[in-house]
């Protein structure tokens, strides 16, 4: 096949620090191309990729001007490429041009979705040549009653990630991910205050939460037992998760997937979490880690955690969330809708 990708122009493919989708999108290239099939992406000047890069010409989704003209270049592209699928990991908006076109498009959903903007693009678009993917069945329960839609799970490079069969007895419980309220890592200093095992926190700081931050986190940190080590780059994830004891995921929020949950499974590291969003259909509580109901709960799985097996978490993260099943899942879709659409 002949396959376009797309993401949003501010982060590059990969990206060094924070960019999930953008870690995705490059997983899914690689084995694309290792499948035989060519893949042009669309994406941020910087990006290094096997692909056809195609550099959008505007850096910015905010500005008018900038998006328009990204918008140009994917239509005009497209419609030149002799394109046997569009796959979208950007906004909507990018498909605005192309949707009367007759080729198959997946718009793939990594966040909530807007349903009228789902329900405008429906009218856009050529009669059945748009699909929706979600990358959880909590995703794609909001966009079934307006659209077709699959849900596709996110994925990690199968050989990206070091497994530990065993971790010391005092490893530290991990939390990674942006350093903001609804993410959590002030609920993961009292769990692990409170279950007396050290915590390290690490990700990026949003320019607007620096001073909550700096009132509710740094305050409070002790070398000892809580430290801050900031961003870190994938080896250094791949390090500091499978070195943890667990992984922690106290979120405030529905989480629409949680990457950073199937990379500590990756490592053989449980999960513990509070039951937002997709975090059910991610942990197999008892197993791959501990699905609770408030902080009480996660306070006392800490203690349970040395009873899963490693090895058990490993295995179901590798049979459920690599990127040789992620992307097979891809590839299955895009030859089912190009069938349809050529019958």
């Not at 307006?146 to 010391?168: C, L, R």
């Not at 501990?290 to 295995?315: A, P, Q």
Request: with cysteine.
């Amino acid at each position: 096949m002949n396959i376009a990708i797309t993401v949003d122009p501010e982060i590059s493919v990969p990206p060094l620090y924070y960019g999930g989708i953008e870690r995705i999108v490059s997983m899914l290239i690689d084995e694309f191309i290792l499948a035989g099939h060519q893949v042009t992406l669309f994406a941020h000047e910087s990006s290094v990729t096997p692909a056809l890069l195609q550099p959008y010409p505007g850096k910015s989704s905010k500005s008018k001007i900038d998006t328009i003209r990204n918008m140009h270049l994917l239509s005009t592209e497209i419609y030149k490429g002799n394109f046997d699928v569009l796959q979208s990991f950007s906004r909507l908006a990018y498909l605005t041009f192309i949707l009367p076109f007759r080729i198959p498009k997946v718009m793939s959903y990594q966040r909530k979705p807007t349903v009228a903007q789902i329900k405008k693009a429906q009218k856009l678009a050529n009669s059945g040549s748009l699909t929706f993917t979600g990358c959880s069945d909590y995703i794609s329960s909001q966009i079934r009653p307006y659209g077709n839609v699959s849900t596709i799970y996110n994925g990690f490079p199968q050989d990206k990630y070091i497994y530990k069969e065993t971790v010391a007895s005092n490893a530290p419980l991990v939390f990674l991910g942006r350093i903001e309220p609804i993410k959590g890592p002030h609920h993961a200093i009292e769990i692990a205050v409170k279950s007396g095992k050290k915590l390290i926190i690490a990700g990026n700081i949003p320019s607007e939460y620096q001073n909550w931050f700096d009132n509710t986190i740094a305050s409070v940190i002790d070398d000892d037992q809580i430290r801050y080590i900031g961003p870190v780059n994938d080896e250094e994830k791949t390090e500091l998760l499978s070195n943890a004891l667990a992984f922690l995921m106290p979120i405030e929020w529905d989480e629409p997937f949680g990457i950073v949950m199937a990379e500590a499974m990756a490592c053989g590291t449980p999960v513990i979490a509070l039951e937002r969003g997709a975090v059910p259909e991610i942990i197999t509580h008892g197993i791959t880690g501990f699905i609770c109901r408030n902080m009480r709960e996660c306070i006392e799985k800490v203690s349970l955690v040395h009873t899963l097996s490693r090895k058990s978490v490993r295995d179901s993260a590798m049979a459920r969330f690599s990127a040789k099943v992620i992307a097979k899942n891809y590839l299955e879709l895009y030859q089912q809708i190009i069938k349809q659409r050529n019958s």
